[in-house]
């Protein structure tokens, strides 16, 4: 890394680092070169095959936004010719795979009234998670098209989504590791300054987007806004860990009524059975009565 890195001498923790959503968004937004050393990892390409690049949803950095919109989310168009959709997520609100369904079926209509459908660009919507999709099949990183389920035809190669599990950075292939999807990873996950030193050695692209980040991590506005998303991540952590226990207390008690009721069920049927062997014993006691009295 240069003698000039802004980076070369911090120490300690990273106050906010790219987990946090906002930060993810300012440092793409700030450093094109950082944008594109991310995108072209992503996509399997050299950084030189992207000869354009842009964010069509760009925010004022420090400026206040609407938790409510999707305004975190980085819209790209790629060399006038590709789109793609960027997020990072770091709570597991259970609706990604429907989440990122409608950030794609919403990139995908983008014609104009009487324009050709083969105008339609290629999307790709790729979810950069800390936490595992699909804890059955968990993978570091992995790329969903439309296919014949039975021949495994590719439908259309104009719609993908992928998913980057930063929980599973040990499971990146040699391909992810060629690339560099594996150090970004570690970028993101990073908690020192030191480690992210270690992690961008010898990376044009990633020591630029290192760098922006300490530079944005000094600026007071967008710390401002970086804090009030963590709060906000916090706050929605908690209420789906409660939402989670409620159900739980929910599903637990549901399943104790139906025990209860089948037990009941069960001492309804025996005392009907009581009742039946009484009327039998009863019968034949009346029937032996009236033969001794006979």
């Not at 980085?74 to 997520?89: D, G, H, K, S």
């Not at 990183?141 to 439908?155: I, M, P, Q, V």
Request: aromatic share 8%; with cysteine.
């Amino acid at each position: 890394m240069g003698k000039e890195s802004p980076i070369k001498d911090a120490k300690g923790t990273i106050d906010y680092g790219m987990t946090n959503d906002y930060m993810f968004r300012a440092t793409l937004q700030k450093s094109k070169k950082a944008l594109i050393g991310l995108t072209s990892v992503l996509l399997h390409l050299q950084p030189e095959q992207i000869m354009s690049i842009e964010i069509t949803n760009p925010i004022i950095l420090g400026e206040t936004i609407d938790s409510r919109t999707y305004v975190l989310d980085v819209n790209i168009v790629l060399n006038n010719n590709r789109m793609l959709n960027l997020e990072m997520q770091v709570n597991n609100l259970h609706d990604w795979e429907e989440r990122s369904l409608c950030y794609l079926c919403g990139d995908f209509s983008q014609l104009n009234e009487g324009e050709p459908y083969k105008n339609i660009k290629p999307v790709l919507n790729i979810g950069i998670l800390d936490y595992t999709l699909c804890k059955e099949e968990p993978k570091f990183y992995a790329k969903y098209y439309f296919f014949d389920e039975k021949t495994h035809r590719l439908y259309s190669d104009k719609l993908g989504i992928g998913v980057l599990d930063l929980t599973q950075i040990a499971m990146a292939t040699e391909e992810d590791k060629m690339y560099g999807i594996d150090t970004w990873a570690r970028i993101f996950k990073a908690k020192t300054w030191e480690e992210l030193r270690m992690a961008v050695k010898n990376n044009e692209y990633m020591e630029e987007a290192v760098e922006t980040m300490y530079t944005l991590n000094a600026d007071k506005t967008v710390r401002q806004q970086c804090e009030a998303r963590r709060r906000a991540e916090i706050e929605e952590k908690y209420l789906q860990d409660e939402m989670e226990r409620l159900t739980k207390e929910k599903d637990e008690l549901t399943k104790k009524m139906n025990q209860m009721t089948e037990e009941k069920d069960q001492m309804t049927k025996d005392i009907d059975r009581l009742k039946q062997e009484s009327d039998i014993w009863k019968e034949k006691y009346e029937k032996l009565l009236a033969e001794q009295n006979a």
